[in-house]
């Protein structure tokens, strides 16, 4: 029995050496799988090596430390497998959307400042004149692009008056998708400005079943579709991530739906989500959303969470719908976010604000869904404080609530949310302070 009980003891403390050994020579495998045991609601995950970036990297180094860092990480993360590390405080230049893969990690080091992923494009053309009116300008895109987001121009504010076709109105602009020329009608000169816009992209694109994946502190800016698109992803965290000037972009060419979503789930087939203390700001359309057609080829999602976000001045600062009862999602949680400001950031450029909110809940269709939002806190809208479409459900549940907003700002609520929820335009101000530690704490 001695010779066993020492046998044991001598394996333990092999095993010891060897998680010594780990821990002080083999440092990427290490931080990898201790960074993605650190985060409390997404599953451990063995993400492989490390490899940092820097804005003033070489892609000829060889990426291992951060004293020779590469400078892009864009295939890394579409390759996936990886331990991506960009360094605190720089801005990286995208053309095109990031695809993530399965089993990644994107974070920074070497200090506590996001990291900037910038999807602005600098137009390389300066604005003419188009010889037909002197009040309209034009200037070619880059490249192959054919649409943008919204357009800066010579530094000045953003413009989100994006037309279909020719108006007439100052400041309107429209795109002519055969040839990617940008006109403008303009009362001031515009020759020989320079001109920046959003990419006609998504920033970071989590598809085709990715799964094993965080995002931790980057900021995101630029894209002319979605911030964050997620679809059909598993064991995906998303957390305090800076996403701001989102969208504008057409949904189809010609049409006067544009995107606009800071974080989208596209919940077919995602499960394990997560969602947590991100800052959202100015977006066309949502600031954080899951939704879902009726298509049948849709597939179910559960475990969906968006928990401690701050969302302003966006159309829906949260929007939500499952259509059709062919699919379903269990298990979705909306809880402690603060919405502030839900407005038309465009000034009438939306094709509708009928519906503008903090939250929009156009319906849950699926007996077999279990949505709950509750604690969230909501403020400063001159539009609706909540809006349901006309098909509430029980297996919705919206309890607990704060919107500082008249009753009458709610759309198509009912008696039980009336008794279940706090609304009135006092209902947030007993938790201000809390409120703004909270959004100090994500900025």
Known sequence: ??????????????????????????????SSVQAAASYSYITPFECGSTL???????DANDGLSSSTPKLNPQPYLASGGCNVLLKSGDTFNFSSSIKIASNTQLS????????????VQDCVSNFEPTGFD????????????????WIRIDGGSINWQKVAA??????????????????????????????????????????????????????????????ISITSGNNILVNRCYVHDIGSAYLNKGNK?????????????????????????????????????????????????????YVKNCNYCFEFFQYGTAHSIKNMTVMNNIFEGAKDITNGYRDSTAYTSLMCIWGCDSSESSIDIHSNYGYNTSYSGLAFGKNQRPWCRVHDNYIACAPSA??????????????????????????????????
């Open 52 to 58: 940092y970036f820097s804005s003033k990297g070489n």
């Open 166 to 227: 020719p108006s007439g109105k100052n400041n309107d602009y429209y795109i002519d998708a055969s040839t990617g020329m940008l006109y403008i009608k303009s009362s001031k000169p515009l020759s020989g400005k320079k001109m920046k816009y959003a990419l006609d992209s998504n920033g970071l694109q989590i598809a085709d079943g990715a799964q094993n994946v965080i995002i931790d502190k980057m900021e995101i800016t630029g894209t002319g579709k979605h911030g």
């Open 108 to 119: 920074v080091y070497g200090g506590n400042k996001r990291a900037k992923l910038n999807f």
């Open 410 to 443: 709610i759309i198509n609520g009912n008696d039980e949310f009336f008794a279940t929820n706090t609304v009135n335009t006092g209902a947030v101000s007993k938790y201000k302070s809390q409120i703004s530690r909270t959004i100090s704490s994500l900025k």
């Open 134 to 149: 002197s009040t309209v300008y034009m200037i070619k895109l880059n490249n192959a692009d054919i649409d943008t987001g």
């Open 257 to 309: 739906n544009k995107y606009g979503n800071g974080i989208q789930i596209w919940a077919t087939g995602s499960h394990n989500c997560f969602i947590v203390n991100n800052y959202v700001e100015n977006c066309y359309d949502s600031g954080i959303t899951a939704q879902i057609t009726a298509e049948a080829f849709q597939e179910n999602s559960d475990n969906i969470v968006f928990d401690g976000n």
């Open 1 to 30: 029995m001695k010779k066993r009980n020492k046998l044991i003891l001598l394996f333990r403390l092999f095993i010891l050496l060897l998680a010594f050994v780990g821990a002080f020579f083999l440092p990427n495998a290490a």
